[in-house]
């Protein structure tokens, strides 16, 4: 078509040109942003430790010792290792109640654990375990394996795990000849293909499947426990984390998986302890239970607040230290536990797990490991090294303690040598490295720790005196080295948390500047269109209404300038609703200050009601979706779950509003005369799929009994058929627009392509959506209708000549815009990973193919927010002019809706602009991994998503 | 009296005032008491806060509910009282009608403000029901009863009030500035809310009713400043 002498592509390559700034800016400023740590390619060796300045004479193995039973680091304290990782362990499933505020019904499950470690206080104990953010099981079994801090960028490959290249822990297990025999949790296995010696994993992406890994696990790790081929063993259960996510901590499946969790570790437990007496199988074996990261209450995890980074460590040896060790355990912490016994629990770093695993075992530590072998562990195995006190120094002998410490130094003394010589490394190969100041600081606490350390080292040999004194000197002197070398190995942990994120800041300047230009050519399109629209029609352009012009800046302003801070991103639906109804109430304002009857506005403000209320409830998940509904009617009517009330609203209503979209398309279509084939196919086609989404919810529910046929049927043929549907409407309604050369009702080509799009994909979103989407899109659906129906007046108005003239008016795109924000989250989506619906990747099929679910994954996430209200913005147009009876020419209105797609692209490039600015301020806040980054690339890609679907779609309208 | 009745009677009222041609400068008042109807206003305001504080100890923080009520109790008075007796058309409504009209117009102005606050994310369970009742009927105070006991239900009036941002007389100046004041403090009010500092007055309605307060007083400074300036303007005409 042409507009002004204007080929349609002048209309569109604005759009080209933008979606390309974006991409390059958002391209540059996440390669500057998201930079990885790098990665050293250099692993730790038995010969490294001839270059360290602790091979002093402190310990020289007796000649009738081995190599394999002397380790090559340090002194082997145990011979085997049981983990038993469950995910998303949260401290208060392992502490007891007593510890808290309030009991909750998910505490004092594992009773187990806790009454263990009040029983066996020297051999066996609880501790808080703090894991690092980002908290999602993948980024923590890679810090729990290499001791470092794994960064954000690893979060993108959550979908198929991508094999560890830097030292680790399994690494250092393997090539030191230990056999690893793993179950569980199949990350494991992505993240070491041919590092186990066994392995039974099972798949672990479908989050609706709460038993699979947690029975497989079971089947083999009490078989297991019997058998000799192993050294170190880890079994991952998963159930806990995915009843979190699919019900919440508070949830009766959250408590039964406890209780389930329970009883094996009792068995495992009894296991051990039968076999561990003088030349048992697990004579010397050492229990470790964890969790990797904790959750909140909703089951979510990924951030950095304390609900999600306190996990718990429960740890356990088979044989008792002896009692001089005690003065080694922090006691700050202690309550009685619930039989009155005095329980004390003790705080430990995650990464810290990988070098004090290494230590017990004798292995060198992980290249890349900057933790500190943990004191309070190391002392759980320390009867160990009884008889061997006076091999350790031939002069004396030594206390227990003393001889604990003296084993201690020295392993600190390797640990902070291995961690001294990584930061060196480190910051001689790696670009922009770490800060000199405190590099140099670091450095001067290490030499200050190793020049006392001969000191120490042969002060044990060399005193004369009373064996008393000597002892105590010795002591203290011991002390103080243990003081010097966890000063020095805090602050490197300190460093390296504050500063380790690498960033690019010439990247990030780059890519933020290409924002701002974008910015400025947007504007710059706007206004060329804005004046092109003016000289066509005589009329005001929208840089003319100053009042709606200032009122659109402020609103976007303000929603851009909330993402300044992590409180307002937490709370982004609930600000986004709070603006949309503050524009109702000026609407309302503005219609009875004309004396009219404000229907519009009144549907519209309890609407925003409604939307308020689902974005507040809609955090908290329940099944399949219909979060909203049934936290409302609980909120309101108070009813029982299970009650037939309940299951009518959950099942039936959504059904009903299902009928009632069908009926709206078909009034909608009636209307038209245009593609009067097609509309009769489109119509078929739609109302088919959503008696097949219908099929599909009742095969999922268990309101009848019916055939496994039917109801495998519902479960996974029907949703594909609707997605073929989906896709073949789109084609059909691409072609039709592609050899439709009618020209004479520009308006109802324009609706009836609009609706075939809409209609086409609203099946596929539906369905993903689970039972709300049917309400979702009706409440967008009416908001839609209330937008354009409340700014009628303004239209008319304009329109007052013989010719229609449409006018844009900015505000209506952005209560457009707020509403597509506001639905995101009332759908209970939000910028968090752990907030994508997985379970919405898995309707219709029940294996991972990482397109295809990455695929449906995106059409949820994106669908009602990005997809709908993009495609759907011409109806802006189409509506009100079928409010005014006039006839508008063609060009008029493509212009209007190249304004109405650019004044949208605007609004998410704004607020992209402004996340970038907020991420750039905020890149060493504490929660940037929690939640800035997060949001950011939420923001990117629906930034990126909205200009290609605006490319998309003027290619399409036009 | 039946609401239905009073909106009779009222309605009379406008009528016979239409009919005798009273026009639209003849209801306005003297700057000077515009003047000290905003200063009792305040004043009743800040006795109502000390009282509460210094008499029966109760602060806005600890006890939303009470304080707002007490507010509520000794400003109600004072508002009705006050903007009764600046009422529109003198002639024909006594003040007790004038006094009715801001009584009856009370809960009905709660209403409304408590639907805004809801729709724009009040909380509304169970245990903010007081808060938010006294809430929105101080917020009626300050917006809605003024106007009734001044305008009546004249929808000429109303319409005047509503669609001109700018007033243009002393007696709009005086109804409309602080309200619009306190609606726009109350909405400025609302948004360290949602910030994590986890302080006692980010709960709903306090830093509400500090924002709407503040709103109003700077709305009361502002309306003293038109009022100096359209006297200014109603002298330069009169020479």
């Given at each position: 078509m042409a507009v002004a002498g204007r080929s349609k592509w002048g209309l569109i390559w604005p759009f080209f040109v933008l979606l390309l700034f974006h991409s390059l800016a958002i391209y540059t400023f996440t390669r500057g942003f998201l930079l990885t740590r790098t990665e050293l390619a250099s692993f730790s060796h038995c010969s490294d430790l001839t270059n360290s300045p602790c091979s002093l004479a402190i310990y020289n193995p007796p000649p009738d010792e081995t190599a394999q039973d002397r380790g090559c680091w340090t002194r082997p304290a145990v011979d085997r290792v049981v983990?038993?990782?469950?995910?998303?362990?949260?401290?208060?499933?392992?502490?007891?109640?007593?510890?808290?505020?309030?009991?909750?019904?998910?505490?004092?499950?594992?009773?187990?654990?806790?009454?263990?470690?009040?029983?066996?206080?020297?051999?066996?104990?609880?501790?808080?375990?703090?894991?690092?953010?980002?908290?999602?099981?993948?980024?923590?079994?890679?810090?729990?394996?290499?001791?470092?801090?794994?960064?954000?960028?690893?979060?993108?490959?959550?979908?198929?795990?991508?094999?560890?290249?830097?030292?680790?822990?399994?690494?250092?297990?393997?090539?030191?000849?230990?056999?690893?025999?793993?179950?569980?949790?199949?990350?494991?296995?992505?993240?070491?293909?041919?590092?186990?010696?066994?392995?039974?994993?099972?798949?672990?992406?479908?989050?609706?499947?709460?038993?699979?890994?947690?029975?497989?696990?079971?089947?083999?790790?009490?078989?297991?426990?019997?058998?000799?081929?192993?050294?170190?063993?880890?079994?991952?259960?998963?159930?806990?984390?995915?009843?979190?996510?699919?019900?919440?901590?508070?949830?009766?499946?959250?408590?039964?998986?406890?209780?389930?969790?329970?009883?094996?570790?009792?068995?495992?437990?009894?296991?051990?302890?039968?076999?561990?007496?003088?030349?048992?199988?697990?004579?010397?074996?050492?229990?470790?239970?964890?969790?990797?990261?904790?959750?909140?209450?909703?089951?979510?995890?990924?951030?950095?607040?304390?609900?999600?980074?306190?996990?718990?460590?429960?740890?356990?040896?088979?044989?008792?230290?002896?009692?001089?060790?005690?003065?080694?355990?922090?006691?700050?912490?202690?309550?009685?536990?619930?039989?009155?016994?005095?329980?004390?629990?003790?705080?430990?770093?995650?990464?810290?797990?990988?070098?004090?695993?290494?230590?017990?075992?004798?292995?060198?530590?992980?290249?890349?490991?900057?933790?500190?072998?943990?004191?309070?562990?190391?002392?759980?195995?320390?009867?160990?090294?009884?008889?061997?006190?006076?091999?350790?120094?031939?002069?004396?002998?030594?206390?227990?303690?003393?001889?604990?410490?003296?084993?201690?130094?020295?392993?600190?003394?390797?640990?902070?040598?291995?961690?001294?010589?990584?930061?060196?490394?480190?910051?001689?190969?790696?670009?922009?490295?770490?800060?000199?100041?405190?590099?140099?600081?670091?450095?001067?606490?290490?030499?200050?720790?190793?020049?006392?350390?001969?000191?120490?080292?042969?002060?044990?040999?060399?005193?004369?005196?009373?064996?008393?004194?000597?002892?105590?000197?010795?002591?203290?002197?011991?002390?103080?080295?243990?003081?010097?070398?966890?000063?020095?190995?805090?602050?490197?942990?300190?460093?390296?948390?504050?500063?380790?994120?690498?960033?690019?800041?010439?990247?990030?300047?780059?890519?933020?500047?290409?924002?701002?230009?974008?910015?400025?050519?947007?504007?710059?399109?706007?206004?060329?269109?804005?004046?092109?629209?003016?000289?066509?029609?005589?009329?005001?352009?929208?840089?003319?209404?100053?009042?709606?012009?200032?009122?659109?800046?402020?609103?976007?302003?303000?929603?851009?300038?909330?993402?300044?801070?992590?409180?307002?991103?937490?709370?982004?639906?609930?600000?986004?609703?709070?603006?949309?109804?503050?524009?109702?109430?000026?609407?309302?304002?503005?219609?009875?200050?004309?004396?009219?009857?404000?229907?519009?506005?009144?549907?519209?403000?309890?609407?925003?009601?409604?939307?308020?209320?689902?974005?507040?409830?809609?955090?908290?998940?329940?099944?399949?979706?219909?979060?909203?509904?049934?936290?409302?009617?609980?909120?309101?009517?108070?009813?029982?779950?299970?009650?037939?009330?309940?299951?009518?609203?959950?099942?039936?209503?959504?059904?009903?509003?299902?009928?009632?979209?069908?009926?709206?398309?078909?009034?909608?279509?009636?209307?038209?005369?245009?593609?009067?084939?097609?509309?009769?196919?489109?119509?078929?086609?739609?109302?088919?799929?959503?008696?097949?989404?219908?099929?599909?919810?009742?095969?999922?529910?268990?309101?009848?009994?019916?055939?496994?046929?039917?109801?495998?049927?519902?479960?996974?043929?029907?949703?594909?058929?609707?997605?073929?549907?989906?896709?073949?409407?789109?084609?059909?309604?691409?072609?039709?627009?592609?050899?439709?050369?009618?020209?004479?009702?520009?308006?109802?080509?324009?609706?009836?392509?609009?609706?075939?799009?809409?209609s086409s994909w609203s099946s596929t979103i539906l369905i993903l959506l689970g039972r709300q989407g049917p309400f979702a899109i009706l409440i967008f659906i009416v908001a839609a209708w209330c937008i354009v129906r409340s700014w009628r007046e303004q239209w008319t108005e304009s329109n007052s000549r013989n010719m229609g003239v449409l006018i844009m008016n900015p505000i209506p795109v952005i209560q457009w815009s707020l509403l597509a924000v506001c639905l995101f989250f009332f759908t209970g989506h939000w910028c968090a990973f752990d907030g994508l619906r997985y379970g919405a990747a898995f309707i219709g099929f029940d294996h991972f193919n990482i397109i295809r679910q990455g695929l449906l994954l995106t059409i949820d996430t994106f669908g009602v927010s990005h997809i709908l209200p993009i495609l759907g913005i011409p109806l802006i147009i189409i509506l009100q002019l079928q409010n005014s009876k006039k006839n508008v020419s063609e060009d008029n209105i493509f212009l209007n809706l190249t304004q109405a797609f650019l004044i949208y692209g605007l609004i998410t490039a704004t607020t992209t602009t402004f996340m970038i600015i907020c991420v750039f301020i905020q890149r060493r806040h504490l929660m940037v991994w929690g939640l800035f980054a997060p949001k950011y690339v939420f923001d990117a890609v629906g930034l990126l998503l909205t200009d290609g679907l605006i490319f998309m779609a003027s290619l399409y309208y036009y | 009296m039946t609401a239905l009745g009073f909106v009779k009677l009222r309605m009379r009222c406008h009528r016979e005032r239409r009919k005798e041609g009273v026009g639209m400068g003849d209801g306005d008042i003297a700057a000077s008491t515009a003047i000290a109807l905003h200063f009792l206003c305040a004043l009743g305001l800040g006795a109502g806060y000390s009282l509460a504080q210094l008499k029966h100890h109760l602060s806005l923080v600890a006890d939303p509910a009470q304080t707002l009520r007490f507010l509520l109790v000794v400003q109600g008075p004072v508002v009705i009282g006050i903007y009764s007796s600046v009422r529109r058309d003198r002639e024909h409504c006594s003040y007790w009608k004038a006094v009715a009209r801001g009584l009856f117009g009370l809960p009905v102005g709660a209403v409304l403000n408590a639907f805004g606050a809801i729709v724009l994310g009040a909380p509304v369970g169970i245990k903010y029901w007081p808060s938010t009742i006294y809430w929105s009927s101080l917020m009626s105070l300050f917006t809605f009863v003024p106007a009734l006991c001044v305008f009546g239900l004249s929808k000429m009036d109303w319409q005047r009030i509503l669609a001109h941002s700018i007033p243009k007389e002393i007696v709009d100046c005086v109804v409309s500035l602080p309200a619009q004041g306190a609606i726009l403090g109350a909405w400025l009010g609302a948004w360290p809310m949602p910030l994590d500092w986890e302080k006692p007055w980010q709960e709903w309605p306090i830093c509400v009713t500090y924002g709407a307060v503040a709103g109003y007083l700077f709305g009361m400074l502002i309306s003293v400043v038109f009022v100096h300036v359209l006297r200014g303007q109603t002298h330069v005409k009169a020479e």
């Open positions: 983990i038993i990782v469950l995910d998303a362990l949260r401290f208060d499933f392992v502490a007891p109640s007593t510890f808290f505020k309030d009991k909750q019904p998910w505490m004092d499950k594992l009773r187990v654990l806790q009454k263990l470690a009040s029983e066996e206080g020297f051999s066996a104990r609880i501790f808080k375990a703090i894991a690092d953010p980002p908290t999602t099981s993948l980024q923590r079994l890679k810090g729990l394996t290499t001791g470092g801090l794994p960064t954000f960028i690893d979060v993108g490959n959550s979908f198929g795990a991508p094999a560890i290249v830097e030292d680790n822990l399994i690494h250092q297990l393997v090539s030191n000849g230990k056999r690893v025999l793993m179950m569980g949790d199949d990350t494991w296995v992505q993240l070491f293909p041919d590092h186990f010696n066994t392995s039974y994993p099972y798949p672990s992406f479908n989050v609706k499947d709460l038993d699979t890994v947690d029975n497989g696990v079971i089947e083999h790790l009490l078989p297991s426990l019997h058998r000799k081929d192993w050294d170190v063993l880890i079994a991952h259960f998963l159930g806990v984390d995915h009843a979190g996510h699919i019900f919440g901590v508070d949830s009766s499946q959250m408590i039964q998986k406890l209780e389930q969790y329970n009883s094996i570790l009792e068995e495992v437990v009894n296991v051990l302890k039968n076999q561990s007496g003088e030349g048992g199988l697990h004579e010397n074996t050492f229990l470790i239970v964890m969790g990797d990261h904790g959750q909140t209450t909703n089951g979510d995890h990924g951030g950095g607040t304390a609900e999600e980074v306190e996990t718990s460590l429960f740890a356990m040896s088979f044989q008792s230290p002896p009692a001089s060790i005690s003065s080694v355990f922090d006691s700050s912490f202690c309550h009685g536990d619930l039989d009155g016994q005095r329980l004390c629990i003790s705080t430990f770093e995650q990464l810290d797990f990988a070098v004090t695993i290494s230590a017990l075992l004798g292995l060198p530590s992980p290249f890349g490991s900057i933790g500190r072998v943990n004191a309070e562990l190391y002392a759980l195995n320390a009867r160990t090294w009884e008889g061997q006190a006076t091999s350790a120094s031939d002069c004396q002998l030594l206390s227990d303690l003393a001889a604990w410490k003296q084993n201690y130094v020295n392993a600190l003394c390797i640990n902070c040598w291995q961690v001294k010589r990584y930061i060196d490394l480190y910051s001689a190969t790696s670009v922009i490295g770490l800060p000199s100041e405190d590099l140099h600081h670091v450095a001067q606490l290490y030499s200050q720790a190793q020049t006392k350390w001969p000191d120490t080292a042969s002060s044990s040999c060399s005193r004369v005196g009373s064996p008393d004194n000597i002892l105590d000197s010795l002591e203290s002197s011991l002390q103080q080295q243990i003081d010097a070398y966890s000063e020095f190995l805090v602050s490197v942990a300190k460093l390296a948390r504050s500063a380790w994120t690498e960033f690019d800041l010439l990247y990030m300047g780059l890519g933020f500047s290409c924002m701002l230009f974008s910015l400025v050519i947007h504007l710059l399109v706007i206004r060329r269109l804005s004046t092109l629209c003016q000289s066509y029609n005589n009329s005001l352009g929208i840089f003319d209404n100053y009042f709606s012009l200032v009122s659109a800046f402020l609103l976007v302003a303000i929603r851009a300038a909330s993402f300044l801070s992590n409180s307002y991103i937490l709370t982004e639906g609930s600000v986004a609703s709070f603006l949309l109804s503050t524009t109702a109430i000026i609407r309302l304002w503005c219609s009875i200050s004309k004396w009219k009857f404000p229907r519009d506005e009144l549907l519209f403000l309890l609407l925003s009601t409604i939307i308020r209320h689902g974005i507040d409830t809609g955090m908290s998940k329940e099944t399949s979706g219909s979060s909203f509904l049934f936290n409302f009617s609980k909120l309101i009517f108070h009813i029982n779950e299970g009650g037939p009330f309940l299951m009518v609203l959950t099942d039936v209503l959504p059904m009903v509003l299902l009928s009632v979209l069908a009926f709206m398309l078909y009034r909608f279509l009636s209307g038209i005369s245009c593609w009067i084939h097609f509309k009769y196919v489109l119509f078929i086609g739609t109302v088919c799929s959503y008696m097949l989404i219908g099929l599909h919810w009742i095969s999922e529910s268990n309101l009848m009994h019916i055939s496994m046929r039917v109801q495998y049927t519902g479960r996974n043929l029907a949703p594909r058929v609707v997605y073929a549907i989906g896709f073949g409407l789109l084609l059909l309604s691409v072609l039709c627009q592609l050899f439709d050369n009618n020209r004479v009702q520009p308006t109802e080509r324009l609706k009836v392509s609009a609706l075939a799009l809409l | -």
